[in-house]
């Protein structure tokens, strides 16, 4: 999840104690999201039931920057076979903390491959900040938590384009996933500079 604005609120202390649920909505699930579990190669087949062509566009960016990192690929899949699907938010999905776009947590219970953007996203944030907003909700994904230090992309409210994946989130991605040997330390910034 991500703010867009500063609230402060518990910092996603709720991803880290017990079993928990995700939150749910009226799309059709995808039968291949047990692919974000794989520990090495991941190849991730990408459903866009999004009205948002700009929401698309960011996730497909979003997705390039993490195939660079990560040992995955990915491709354009509409059907049910999915891995992944972005889906348009509900008010119910958004509306607790200003969220702009939510993730599902893989470990968590009713995992089905949905990430969900505000349809209307485009309306307020750049297209380098939703970029930067499907980087992070993709790092939960990947099983990444929020990451304290404001520069980091996995920070909780507003990454935009100066934002980086810093040595906590590659460590932390690391545990779960294979990063390709091209990849040294961070920070890795979201935008090329
Ligand atoms: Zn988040």
Redesign the pocket.
């Known amino acids: ?2 703010r867009a604005f500063l609230t402060f609120t518990l910092l ?1 202390a709720s991803a880290l104690c017990g079993p928990k649920s995700n939150w749910s909505g009226p799309y059709q699930p995808c039968s291949n999201s047990s692919e974000f579990l794989k520990p090495g190669h991941m190849d991730l087949g990408v459903r866009y039931d999004t009205s948002s062509p700009v929401a698309a566009d960011a996730l497909r960016r979003a997705l390039r920057f993490w195939s660079a990192i990560l040992d995955m690929d990915f491709h354009e899949d509409s059907s049910r076979s999915c891995s992944l699907a972005l889906v348009d938010a509900t008010h119910e999905i958004l509306n607790e903390n200003n969220d702009v776009a939510r993730a599902q947590f893989t470990d968590w219970d009713n995992f089905r491959g949905w990430i969900a953007f505000d349809p209307h996203i485009g309306e307020y944030m750049s297209a380098d900040e939703i970029y930067a907003t499907a980087v ?2 993709l790092g ?1 994904m990947f099983g990444l938590f ?1 990451n304290s230090h404001p520069t980091s992309v ?1 920070f ?1 409210i507003d990454a935009d384009g100066s934002s980086v994946l810093d040595e906590t989130d590659l460590d932390a991605v690391r545990a779960r996933h294979t990063i390709r040997q091209s990849i040294r330390r961070g920070p890795i910034p979201v935008l090329p500079r």
């Open positions: 999840m991500l996603a992070h909700e939960h929020h996995m909780y």
